[in-house]
T-cell receptor, first 114, second 111 residues
Framework: GENVEQHPSTLSVQEGDSAVIKCTYS??????FPWYKQELGKRPQLIID?????GEKKDQRIAVTLNKTAKHFSLHITETQPEDSAVYFC?????????????FGKGTKLSVKP | DAGITQSPRHKVTETGTPVTLRCHQT?????MYWYRQDPGHGLRLIHY???????DKGEVSDGYSVSRSKTEDFLLTLESATSSQTSVYFC??????????FGSGTRLTVV
């Protein structure tokens, strides 16, 4: 089945710096890659997604890139702020079963220091 | 999101007792999911549903069962709770080809 690897597991940056989180997936048939942000004690929330027919997508300070050949995708956060501190999850939609379910990476805990 | 609610929010139960968690949605989404979240493991799929009475197993389904008798409700049952099932449980809904919306979660402690 699909396997999603996420790195690093923890990331600490200074406010204003950039942060990059990387994920790899195993199933070349996967075609949808969302990113979720989970603040402490809260639910995961979708922040950005990308489909396999697009190489890059931006939304203000966040961007996601996808390399289908290498089967990896990355989240880029620029000009980080303390409120960006959270756990971030990547996911890939896997079609190995009867439905396309999301398989999640194990998460990256991002800490932004003022 | 107000469109998906989980109950209860917190529960403490004893080993060996049955437990049912409820997920209710008002979005009329076809797909519903149950995940568990544990430190170091991220979000792992327990069971999912692709319609009324249509359910299937996820990667960590042992010890869990589900039922979906109405579009809006998806129940997760632990037939005989064990300490290894202490976790935070998230329900999610989704539409085909899009991401999921998660509920607020249920923190379950099995003592």
């Amino acid at each position: 089945g699909e396997n999603v690897e996420q790195h690093p597991s923890t990331l600490s940056v200074q406010e204003g710096d950039s942060a990059v989180i990387k994920c790899t997936y195993s199933d070349s048939a996967s075609n949808y890659f969302p990113w979720y942000k989970q603040e402490l004690g809260k639910r995961p929330q979708l922040i950005i997604d990308i489909r396999s027919n697009v190489g890059e997508k931006k939304d203000q300070r966040i961007a996601v890139t996808l390399n289908k050949t290498a089967k990896h995708f990355s989240l880029h956060i620029t000009e980080t702020q303390p409120e960006d501190s959270a756990v971030y999850f990547c996911a890939a939609r896997y079609y190995g079963g009867s439905q396309g379910n999301l398989i999640f990476g194990k998460g990256t805990k991002l800490s932004v220091k003022p | 999101d107000a469109g998906i609610t989980q109950s209860p929010r917190h529960k403490v139960t004893e080993t060996g007792t049955p437990v049912t968690l409820r997920c209710h949605q008002t979005e009329n989404h076809r797909y519903m999911y149950w995940y568990r979240q544990d430190p170091g493991h991220g979000l792992r799929l327990i069971h999912y549903s692709y319609g009324v009475k249509d359910t299937d197993k996820g990667e960590v389904s042992d010890g869990y069962s589900v039922s979906r008798s109405k579009t809006e409700d998806f129940l997760l049952t632990l037939e005989s709770a064990t300490s290894s099932q202490t976790s935070v449980y998230f329900c999610a809904t989704g539409q085909e080809h899009y991401g999921y919306t998660f509920g607020s979660g249920t923190r379950l402690t099995v003592v």
